[in-house]
């Protein structure tokens, strides 16, 4: 008998804490949570095994990120507003982050005052930020709502495409046959190639326009940012499309949020 057997991470929410958020520009409410690897059988584990790492995932824009518990004088066990979650558990949030509030502010207020290194450092941020969500969705071939419904059509297709022929053509029937399988085939794949366009337009572009709006980046700086993501063989410097995410750059600001 084969047995499906391995490791998998294994997440324990530990509850809620205040924190900086890099994507949504401002302090945010995070739900913090312990990341262990665990040996499991048939993707059923036991307990919460080794542990690897924390992370926090922003309540607002739902971003996950690294995490350090010491970070934190203590975890919320309840979602509370921001201004409580911040006292009860990262009370200094302001002191120790006084820097990064401070660039955020003048992004804010005076971007002309950025260096071209400041500006470089916040556009390539999020990129890196987001970069391991879009590796794990392109490690293995996926198959989104329209990707399964083509399927469906397809069989459908196979099976009634050469019924309406052999009705309406009958010396046509025998050839009808591998032609409407091709078209169906060629349906799937065209749906599959296009579920990762799909995902980075729903998943990831929204999110970038978000962050980067108060930057107004060139098409120069994203494509500098692209390019270099590229050569670092991050897989988010080849699947996102430039249009894709300055035609939501310049959506109207309700697309954003």
């Not at 926090?56 to 203590?74: D, F, G, N």
């Not at 349906?187 to 990831?204: A, C, D, P």
């Not at 999110?207 to 930057?215: C, D, I, K, S």
Request: charged share 20%; aromatic share 8%.
């Amino acid at each position: 008998m084969f047995i499906v057997w391995g490791r998998k991470l294994v997440y324990r929410k530990q509850g809620y804490v205040a924190d900086f958020c890099p994507i949504c520009r401002v302090p945010s409410a995070f739900e913090l949570k312990r990341v262990g690897s665990a040996g499991h059988v048939y993707y059923v584990s036991v307990g919460e095994g080794q542990l690897v790492g924390y992370e926090r995932t922003c309540q607002t824009c739902h971003t996950p990120l690294k995490a350090e518990p010491s970070t934190y004088a203590s975890v919320a066990h309840a979602p509370a507003a921001l201004p409580a979650l911040q006292a009860q558990t990262f009370p200094n949030l302001t002191t120790a982050l006084s820097e990064r509030l401070a660039l955020e502010e003048r992004v804010r207020n005076a971007p002309e005052s950025l260096t071209a290194d400041e500006r470089q450092a916040l556009i390539r941020s999020p990129f890196l930020i987001l970069s391991p969500k879009v590796e794990k969705r392109f490690k293995t071939t996926q198959f989104d709502g329209k990707a399964a419904l083509s399927i469906v059509a397809a069989i459908v297709l196979m099976i009634l495409g050469p019924a309406l022929v052999s009705v309406v053509a009958p010396n046509a029937a025998d050839v009808a046959i591998p032609v409407f399988i091709a078209l169906g085939l060629a349906l799937v794949i065209w749906q599959m190639m296009s579920g990762g366009r799909r995902f980075m337009k729903r998943e990831i572009v929204p999110v970038l326009a978000r962050t980067l709006g108060p930057l107004s980046p060139t098409r120069t700086e994203i494509d500098a940012t692209l390019q270099e993501l590229r050569t670092a063989k991050h897989q988010i410097g080849r699947k996102l499309r430039v249009d894709d995410l300055f035609a939501q750059l310049q959506a109207p600001v309700k697309a954003h949020s």
